[in-house]
């Protein structure tokens, strides 16, 4: 993004000054979690979505619906239950009678997905057929019933969660499902001070008063914003061999070779570049750097390196494959 082309110039430092807007605001609901909100307005730029995972009580559904408001955006919360139809997401048909000719038709009515902010809690608790309603929404962010096609709102922005520590009666995402994901976030307890903090905050009768720091409107050209912003052949470079790092039948790396079932795909290349333009853009540069890619690494990679039984044995997590592979390549 050279500085002759003032109007993206102007817009990127206008996409600075509202992201410290809307951190401000954020900040009298959601005490600490600085890296999730950034990553999650990194995640809405990008075009991506969003896998949660935290223990109940992290204020999740806080966070996001305080989100929602604060970028003037439409929200809608889905609890996901074992006995959860695909219509009760996208929608359903409803048979009517025209009143004056007697005639009966089909008349859809919009399921909850038809937000801008989709908030689907537990995913894992839903079947897969379930599942994949919802995961075509976001992939085509369009819903299709009786033969025809409605599209949702654009901006859309699914953010799903799981609780890590209840399994029993769950469907797990399958990899390939996974993979759809742009970030896989956790949701990690409060300091001390920040829960002493929030133990005042919310039981007192305080409620803030949230100004709104975006619109839809606004959020629809940083994201174009965000695919213009031009990215140096190095930066390129060093995700594509972090990411081809992690495929065993690719790499030399002794972690990789005895742990790793499959490594990351193609997506997890874009992912990280995307991702890497919108965070220096919300800090007020105007190109990413290798940085921005090694800082992103986790969340785009944790949920798409398929570990193996040795890894289990061993105690190895993606989690340490990741870190372990930024640090080789950091050498």
Not at 164 to 183: H, S
Not at 190 to 213: F, G, H, Q
Not at 244 to 249: A, L
């Amino acid at each position: 993004m050279s500085v002759e082309t003032a109007p993206e110039l102007q817009l990127a430092e206008q996409l600075a000054d509202d992201y410290k807007s809307l951190k401000a605001e954020i900040r009298k609901v959601i005490i600490g979690q600085e890296e999730i909100i950034e990553q999650l307005v990194m995640t809405i730029l990008a075009r991506g979505h969003c896998l949660m995972v935290g223990v109940p009580g992290l204020a999740k559904t806080l966070l996001v619906s305080t989100l929602a408001k604060i970028l003037d955006l439409e929200f809608s919360r889905i609890q996901f239950t074992p006995d959860l139809m695909p219509s009760d997401i996208t929608g359903t048909e409803i048979l009517e009678e025209d009143h004056e000719t007697r005639r009966k038709f089909f008349k859809f009515i919009k399921g909850p997905v038809f937000a801008n902010v989709v908030l689907a809690d537990e995913i894992n608790r839903t079947p897969p057929k379930t599942q994949a309603a919802l995961l075509e929404a976001m992939q085509e962010h369009q819903v299709t019933s009786g033969g025809k096609r409605y599209q949702l709102p654009e901006p859309f922005f699914v953010l799903a969660t799981q609780n890590p520590v209840e399994q029993e009666g769950t469907y797990p995402l399958p990899e390939a499902q996974l993979d759809r994901f742009m970030f896989n976030l956790w949701i990690d307890y409060p300091t001390i001070d920040e829960e002493k903090a929030i133990v005042k905050a919310t039981t007192s009768a305080y409620k803030p008063d949230l100004k709104k720091a975006m619109n839809a409107e606004k959020i629809l050209a940083y994201q174009k914003l965000v695919r213009q912003v031009p990215v140096a052949d190095n930066v390129i470079d060093y995700a594509v061999r972090l990411i081809d790092s992690t495929r065993p039948s690719r790499t030399t790396n002794p972690d990789v070779k005895q742990f790793v079932s499959w490594g990351a795909g193609p997506r997890a290349s874009q992912y990280l570049i995307l991702a890497a333009k919108a965070r220096c853009l919300l800090q007020g540069r105007f190109a990413p750097e290798i940085d921005d890619v090694r800082k992103v690494a986790l969340p785009v990679l944790r949920h798409r390196i398929l570990t193996n039984f040795s890894a289990e044995a061993d105690g190895v997590k993606p989690e340490t494959i990741v870190q372990r592979l930024i640090a080789a390549e950091t050498k």
